[in-house]
RNA sequence: GGUCCCGUAGCUCAACUGGAUAGAGCAACUGCCUUCUAAGCAGUAGGUUACAGGUUCGACUCCUGUCGGGAUCACCA
């Protein structure tokens, strides 16, 4: 039953009987009662008060008495302003819950046989994850999740950056440096193994920089003319020579990288359904670049690069091919997004989980795929995301203040772990269960941390600060849903049946509890607008909230204490079901709860 | 310079898409553990929503301008 509905219903009802007027039902506004006034839900009276030249207010007494004579599931009402506040019966709370009680699915929508895709994570392949992957990373698996609940199979890749002059520089390094020296050997994770390459290769060059530049080169001579960076460059012809040692070796450190790529993922949860890499990718781009201009809708210059004119969309000239014929940065893109069509025909639409800084590219990226004919090119959509500073600005790798997500996840688990010894509550637990605890509540921090905020925001991490573990946080949720397992295991043990139903006799429902209803019934709204403007803050934000009512009612109401037996009945079952939209709703985010911590 | 985004308590963020006296957390101060987990709860203090106009019953939200910050406009990715 959809109070809201109903109260459309009657409030059209009432305004007909009072005014002899006919409103629709959608063009009544409702909206929750603010804490300051009595009352759940509101009804906006102002839009009425020139219809009928009468003062809102008076209105709204009118159609609230009504309301009392006529409506028996009203209870209540007050009018302030053009304010119309309502409380429902007890009854209608009571049906309200069961409906929400009763339905382990509640809030997520059927399958709606709609399918989409979702990129995200898609690093480069030269060194390993930082903070601001994770945000992406996070973000992308979590609306994934959120486009599940409301009905669409999404589909889960990345494309990855796997060729191109970055690498061949953490190549050219190894080979110069590396002794033969291997992950397995040096005990180094992968990636940043590959990493450490990348690092020599920029020091090795700074430091012939900086030689020429005392020879009396400019800056950007000496660079161009680096030793270092020249074999690189020649690595990168090789590579695209297919020169068989150059690709065994560029075969050899991608894999390492993706060793360590798939040990992160897999401590952060998340997963892929389909992999692309840029190497098998960018000569599909190519053709249907050539596609596009035996079309006429590319153009040649005289030099051979290829350019597509945007200028009539708002947009500038931009380069598909160069000038030798090699492609750039969005010739593989448009060759990808073909091929994952091709790959996935019943896909609607595509969501590039990117961060902010590549916005024009994906308008123009967009503009030539409609261009070139594709309808669903219009439905694309780009997450665009914000980038997290530091207190001292911008993360540089080459200043070595980027934050490292190994690092980072290894010194949450840490401070989780001391936290919780500190308090000393988890005796029982043996070392394994201790080890999945700690790790459990050290994740929970860092993807709460990060997707709370409207991803289109841009965001500040200190890591002198960390990540807190009270207020609004992943911890906090953990703990409150921790302290109802422990309700639901203590009612358990001394025989309470949770079998609340339709006909159990609640003697009075409280504030409190009328307040945690009201969370509850508005948890597919939340859900709904999350999806819809791809935000999983919505849900982080809502599950605080309800964390929030739910720890207030239980320390102002202690559910054991209490004589009527139907009366606890029904807090229990209020308490479970809480802990099932938590657990839900933390699901969205990508967190794992634990039952004890 | 063109285009786009942002500016809310000391700090980090909200504000149901135009609704009530702009809310939370952190930091500070004050209470609450012989009672279901104090990683909790309650309270005090903290604001001219960058600034100036406009639109209307009503503006953090929409429009115009100004100031401040960021992104982008590569034969880089």
């Given at each position: 039953?959809?109070?809201?509905?109903?109260?459309?219903?009657?409030a059209?009802?009432?305004?007909?009987?009072?005014?002899?007027?006919?409103?629709?039902?959608?063009?009544?506004?409702?909206?929750?009662t603010?804490?300051?006034?009595?009352?759940?839900?509101?009804?906006?009276?102002?839009?009425?008060?020139?219809?009928?030249?009468?003062?809102?207010?008076?209105?709204?007494?009118?159609?609230?008495?009504?309301?009392?004579?006529?409506?028996?599931?009203?209870?209540?009402?007050?009018?302030?302003?053009?304010?119309?506040?309502?409380?429902?019966?007890?009854?209608s709370?009571?049906?309200?819950?069961?409906n929400?009680?009763?339905?382990?699915?509640?809030?997520?929508?059927k399958?709606?046989?709609?399918?989409?895709?979702?990129?995200?994570?898609?690093?480069?392949?030269?060194?390993p994850?930082?903070?601001?992957?994770?945000?992406?990373?996070f973000?992308?698996d979590?609306?994934s999740?959120?486009?599940?609940?409301?009905?669409?199979?999404?589909?889960?890749?990345?494309?990855?950056?796997d060729?191109?002059?970055?690498?061949?520089?953490?190549?050219?390094a190894?080979?110069?440096?590396?002794?033969?020296?291997?992950?397995?050997?040096?005990?180094?994770?992968?990636?940043?193994?590959?990493?450490?390459?990348?690092?020599?290769?920029?020091?090795?060059?700074?430091?012939?920089?900086?030689?020429?530049?005392?020879?009396?080169k400019?800056?950007?001579?000496?660079?161009?003319?680096?030793?270092?960076?020249?074999?690189?460059?020649?690595?990168?012809?090789?590579?695209?020579n297919?020169?068989p040692?150059?690709?065994?070796?560029?075969k050899?450190?991608?894999?390492?990288?993706?060793?360590?790529?798939?040990?992160?993922y897999?401590?952060?949860?998340?997963?892929?359904?389909?992999?692309?890499?840029?190497?098998?990718?960018?000569?599909?781009?190519?053709?249907?670049?050539?596609?596009?201009?035996?079309?006429?809708i590319f153009?040649?210059?005289?030099d051979?690069?290829?350019?597509?004119?945007?200028?009539?969309?708002?947009?500038d000239?931009?380069?598909?091919?160069?000038?030798?014929?090699?492609?750039?940065?969005?010739?593989?893109?448009?060759?990808?997004a073909?091929?994952?069509f091709?790959?996935?025909?019943?896909?609607?639409?595509?969501?590039?989980?990117?961060?902010?800084?590549?916005?024009?590219?994906?308008?123009?990226?967009?503009?030539?795929?409609?261009?070139?004919?594709f309808?669903?090119?219009?439905?694309?959509?780009?997450?665009?995301?914000?980038?997290?500073?530091?207190p001292?600005?911008?993360?540089?790798?080459?200043?070595g203040?980027?934050?490292?997500?190994?690092?980072?996840?290894?010194?949450?688990?840490?401070?989780?772990?001391?936290?919780?010894?500190?308090?000393?509550?988890?005796?029982?637990?043996?070392?394994?269960?201790?080890?999945?605890?700690?790790?459990?509540?050290?994740?929970?921090?860092v993807?709460y941390?990060?997707?709370?905020?409207?991803?289109?925001?841009?965001m500040?991490?200190?890591?002198n600060?960390?990540?807190?573990?009270?207020?609004n946080?992943?911890?906090f949720i953990?703990?409150?849903?921790?302290?109802?397992?422990?309700?639901?295991e203590?009612?358990?043990?001394?025989?309470?049946?949770d079998?609340?139903?339709?006909?159990?006799?609640?003697?009075?429902?409280?504030e409190?509890?009328?307040?945690?209803?009201?969370?509850?019934s508005?948890?597919?709204?939340?859900?709904?607008i999350?999806?819809?403007?791809?935000?999983?803050?919505?849900?982080?934000?809502?599950?605080?909230?309800?964390?929030?009512?739910?720890?207030?009612?239980?320390?102002?109401?202690?559910?054991?204490?209490?004589?009527?037996?139907?009366?606890?009945?029904?807090?229990?079952?209020?308490?479970?079901?809480?802990?099932k939209?938590?657990?839900?709703?933390?699901?969205?985010?990508?967190?794992?709860?634990?039952?004890?911590?």
């Amino acid at each position: 039953m959809n109070i809201e509905k109903k109260l459309r219903t009657a409030a059209s009802s009432a305004i007909h009987s009072i005014y002899n007027y006919d409103v629709k039902n959608e063009d009544i506004q409702i909206q929750s009662t603010s804490n300051e006034y009595d009352g759940y839900f509101t009804i906006l009276l102002f839009s009425f008060s020139k219809k009928f030249n009468e003062d809102p207010g008076m209105i709204g007494k009118k159609i609230g008495n009504y309301f009392i004579e006529h409506e028996d599931f009203i209870e209540d009402f007050n009018v302030e302003k053009g304010f119309l506040n309502i409380d429902i019966n007890k009854l209608s709370w009571l049906k309200l819950f069961y409906n929400i009680s009763s339905d382990d699915n509640w809030g997520f929508k059927k399958d709606l046989g709609k399918e989409l895709m979702v990129e995200f994570s898609s690093p480069n392949t030269n060194k390993p994850l930082h903070l601001g992957h994770l945000r992406n990373i996070f973000l992308g698996d979590s609306i994934s999740r959120i486009l599940k609940a409301v009905g669409y199979k999404v589909h889960k890749v990345q494309i990855i950056n796997d060729r191109g002059i970055h690498i061949c520089k953490s190549m050219i390094a190894w080979i110069k440096f590396g002794k033969g020296d291997s992950p397995e050997k040096s005990g180094m994770k992968g990636d940043h193994f590959v990493g450490k390459y990348y690092v020599l290769f920029q020091k090795e060059l700074n430091r012939q920089i900086q030689k020429q530049i005392k020879k009396g080169k400019t800056e950007e001579e000496a660079e161009k003319n680096a030793e270092i960076f020249l074999e690189a460059k020649d690595l990168l012809i090789k590579w695209e020579n297919r020169d068989p040692e150059v690709r065994k070796l560029w075969k050899l450190m991608n894999n390492w990288v993706y060793d360590g790529f798939d040990k992160t993922y897999k401590t952060l949860g998340v997963n892929f359904d389909k992999i692309y890499y840029e190497s098998e990718t960018y000569l599909y781009g190519k053709k249907e670049v050539e596609k596009g201009l035996n079309k006429n809708i590319f153009f040649q210059k005289e030099d051979n690069s290829i350019w597509v004119d945007l200028n009539k969309h708002g947009l500038d000239n931009k380069l598909l091919v160069r000038s030798d014929g090699t492609s750039v940065y969005i010739t593989q893109d448009i060759g990808t997004a073909i091929l994952r069509f091709r790959d996935f025909p019943k896909i609607e639409k595509q969501i590039y989980t990117v961060g902010n800084e590549q916005e024009y590219h994906f308008k123009v990226l967009f503009k030539i795929l409609e261009i070139q004919g594709f309808d669903w090119a219009k439905e694309c959509f780009h997450l665009s995301y914000g980038m997290i500073d530091l207190p001292s600005g911008k993360m540089k790798s080459r200043e070595g203040t980027v934050v490292d997500a190994d690092k980072l996840l290894k010194e949450m688990v840490h401070i989780s772990a001391k936290r919780t010894k500190e308090l000393g509550k988890i005796n029982d637990f043996n070392k394994d269960e201790q080890k999945l605890l700690f790790e459990k509540i050290a994740l929970s921090a860092v993807k709460y941390f990060l997707l709370k905020i409207d991803p289109k925001k841009s965001m500040l991490f200190d890591p002198n600060e960390s990540i807190d573990f009270q207020g609004n946080t992943g911890p906090f949720i953990q703990y409150t849903y921790a302290r109802i397992i422990s309700i639901l295991e203590r009612s358990k043990n001394i025989g309470i049946k949770d079998d609340f139903d339709i006909n159990v006799n609640v003697n009075d429902i409280n504030e409190f509890e009328k307040k945690i209803i009201y969370l509850l019934s508005v948890f597919p709204d939340k859900i709904s607008i999350a999806a819809s403007e791809y935000s999983p803050s919505i849900i982080a934000n809502y599950i605080y909230d309800l964390s929030k009512a739910y720890n207030r009612f239980y320390q102002e109401i202690s559910i054991f204490k209490e004589e009527d037996s139907e009366t606890i009945i029904f807090r229990i079952s209020l308490s479970r079901t809480v802990s099932k939209v938590i657990l839900n709703g933390m699901k969205l985010l990508g967190i794992n709860m634990t039952n004890k911590m």
